[in-house]
T-cell receptor
Framework: KAGVTQTPRYLIKTRGQQVTLSCSPI?????VSWYQQTPGQGLQFLFE???????NKGNFPGRFSGRQFSNSRSEMNVSTLELGDSALYLC???????????FGPGTRLTVL | QQQVKQSPQSLIVQKGGISIINCAYE??????FPWYQQFPGKGPALLIA?????SEKKEGRFTISFNKSAKQFSLHIMDSQPGDSATYFC????????????FGAGTILRVKS
């Protein structure tokens, strides 16, 4: 099976812009979670989607949003970018609640 | 109460030695404890995981020891190899919160040849 794929792999934006990141889960996986990884804060949970519904949400401002499509692919959007949003954004997929999560390679976002 | 505390922050081990990384948690609702390995430029990859009904799980050179009463768990890497040099993260989750993983801060392991 192909692994979790994320596009794009690298992205450079300027403050105030918005960005959309995409994640394609492993075939058959219906749960997609998003994490932000930074040197200072480590790995932090953003949100999880299952069958097109947000099932859980972390402590991030409303500028961070996501959605999931009927084929389980997911996108996350960050509006009004801030310098502090520079991070590696990771997507993980699993079959369901409590099952092993498999991570993609991440999208490296740099905000200038 | 959602935190997972991981130590040490970094570790240098000789080739063939044992690497030990420790984690502690507070939330007794946590019921799944995975360890992830991450190489530069890659996403975390699951190494081994344990649930609280067992005290130890071994897969090849990797062993998780779990102490439910102390709310601690640790990763032991036997016969450490230079290829094991990576960042290791412990994590915890509970079915209550779906698939949300709470991660430790990470341990940078360097195995000297």
């Amino acid at each position: 099976k192909a692994g979790v794929t994320q596009t794009p792999r690298y992205l450079i934006k300027t403050r105030g812009q918005q960005v959309t990141l995409s994640c394609s889960p492993i075939s058959g996986h219906r749960s997609v979670s998003w994490y932000q990884q930074t040197p200072g804060q480590g790995l932090q949970f953003l949100f999880e989607y299952f069958s097109e519904t947000q099932r859980n949400k972390g402590n991030f401002p409303g500028r961070f949003s996501g959605r999931q499509f009927s084929n389980s692919r997911s996108e996350m959007n960050v509006s009004t970018l801030e310098l502090g949003d520079s991070a590696l954004y990771l997507c993980a997929s699993s079959t369901n609640r409590g099952d092993t999560q498999y991570f993609g390679p991440g999208t490296r976002l740099t905000v200038l | 109460q959602q935190q997972v505390k991981q130590s040490p922050q970094s570790l240098i081990v000789q080739k063939g030695g044992i690497s030990i990384i420790n984690c502690a948690y507070e939330n007794t609702a946590f019921d799944y404890f995975p360890w992830y390995q991450q190489f530069p430029g890659k996403g975390p990859a699951l190494l081994i995981a344990i649930r609280p009904d067992v005290s130890e799980k071994k897969e090849g050179r990797f062993t998780i020891s779990f102490n439910k009463s102390a709310k601690q768990f640790s990763l032991h890497i036997m016969d450490s190899q230079p290829g094991d040099s990576a960042t290791y993260f412990c994590a915890a989750s509970t079915m209550e919160y779906g698939n949300k993983l709470v991660f430790g801060a990470g341990t940078i392991l360097r195995v000297k040849s």
